[in-house]
């Protein structure tokens, strides 16, 4: 198997996941930064102190019990490295860090993407979250392409 560095695409063997427990109760941050470089925009926007760095060029730890899924991490990453992940229910859902046009709205249908790009399944946007030029859309996805779902695009 690749390597990301060589492919610029992460498997689920690269990133930490939260354990099935906490899974169960809810919607929670899974982060996709694997590089040290420096940024932490997202232990600033976390309103539970669940995201930490102990250097600025540390990549960012969850303290997942502490996350409550709240989704504001998502719009300040300046990476697109963070989403949440509920999957407390059939269908699931994901919710994405969007800085396209045009966004897609509440209701919409669109493709969502794995972390090559490959369209996974036709989503319905459930909720769409603005701050500044990053959205944060939620859409819902098939139980079993929760954890592959990693971006979107808008059916034209």
Same mark, same amino acid.
């Not at 232990?43 to 540390?58: G, H, Q």
């Given at each position: 198997?690749?390597?990301?560095?060589?492919?610029?695409?992460?498997?689920?063997?690269?990133?930490?996941?939260?354990?099935?427990?906490?899974?169960?109760?809810?919607?929670?941050?899974?982060?996709?930064?694997?590089?040290?470089?420096?940024?932490?925009?997202?232990?600033?926007?976390?309103?539970?102190?669940?995201?930490?760095?102990?250097?600025?060029?540390?990549?960012?730890?969850?303290?997942?019990?502490?996350?409550?899924?709240?989704?504001?991490?998502?719009?300040?990453?300046?990476?697109?490295?963070?989403?949440?992940?509920? @999957?407390?229910?059939?269908?699931? @859902?994901?919710?994405?860090?969007?800085?396209?046009?045009?966004?897609?709205?509440?209701?919409?249908?669109?493709?969502?993407?794995?972390?090559?790009?490959?369209?996974? *399944? *036709?989503? *319905?946007?459930?909720?769409?979250?603005?701050?500044?030029?990053?959205?944060?859309?939620?859409?819902?996805?098939?139980?079993?392409?929760?954890?592959?779902?990693?971006?979107?695009?808008?059916?034209?």
């Amino acid at each position: 198997m690749a390597d990301y560095k060589e492919t610029g695409v992460l498997s689920l063997d690269d990133i930490v996941k939260p354990s099935l427990e906490r899974m169960n109760k809810g919607p929670v941050v899974v982060i996709e930064c694997v590089e040290n470089i420096p940024c932490d925009p997202c232990v600033a926007a976390c309103p539970k102190e669940a995201i930490s760095m102990e250097d600025i060029t540390d990549v960012p730890q969850v303290d997942f019990h502490g996350c409550v899924g709240c989704g504001l991490c998502v719009t300040e990453c300046p990476g697109l490295a963070i989403f949440i992940l509920d @999957t407390t229910s059939e269908p699931c @859902t994901v919710t994405i860090p969007y800085e396209y046009l045009p966004v897609p709205e509440k209701g919409d249908t669109v493709y969502a993407l794995d972390r090559d790009g490959k369209r996974v *399944q *036709q989503s *319905q946007v459930l909720r769409v979250r603005c701050s500044g030029k990053t959205h944060g859309i939620t859409i819902s996805v098939e139980k079993e392409n929760a954890w592959n779902v990693r971006g979107l695009e808008v059916k034209k």
